[in-house]
């Protein structure tokens, strides 16, 4: 018998870790900040994703696709809210792209 669990992390997210999943969910929290434009929540999941990156070591194009998110998303911390479009639209694409690689 599947667990609902056991269905959603390996069949409907296709993820196979924990480590996956939470981010995948630390992720989805960040691109609501940024739409949101919550400059304090999003410096919370960018925290959390930079402290578990370090699992991803071992996936190169996966740590590589989560160093550029990192950099965008700092470097959108540290923009003017009223002017935040630009780097809003490059963090938002970072992200899809760290889970186009999950």
């Known amino acids: 018998m599947v667990t609902a669990f056991q269905f959603a992390v390996g069949g409907v997210f296709g993820m196979d870790s924990?480590?996956?999943l939470l981010?995948?969910?630390l992720l989805s929290g960040l691109g609501n900040a940024?739409?949101?434009n919550d400059g304090s929540a999003a410096d919370r999941?960018?925290?959390r994703?930079?402290?578990i990156a370090g699992h991803f070591d071992t996936?190169?194009?996966v740590s590589e696709a989560l160093e550029r998110l990192l950099s965008a998303s700092s470097q959108w911390l540290e923009t003017k809210v009223a002017e935040r479009s630009e780097a809003e639209q490059q963090v938002l694409q970072l992200m899809e792209r760290v889970t186009?690689?999950?």
């Open 23 to 25: 981010l995948h969910a």
């Open 100 to 102: 186009e690689l999950l």
């Open 45 to 47: 999941y960018h925290r």
């Open 59 to 61: 996936n190169p194009a």
């Open 34 to 36: 940024v739409r949101r």
């Open 18 to 20: 924990p480590q996956r």
């Open 49 to 51: 994703i930079s402290q």
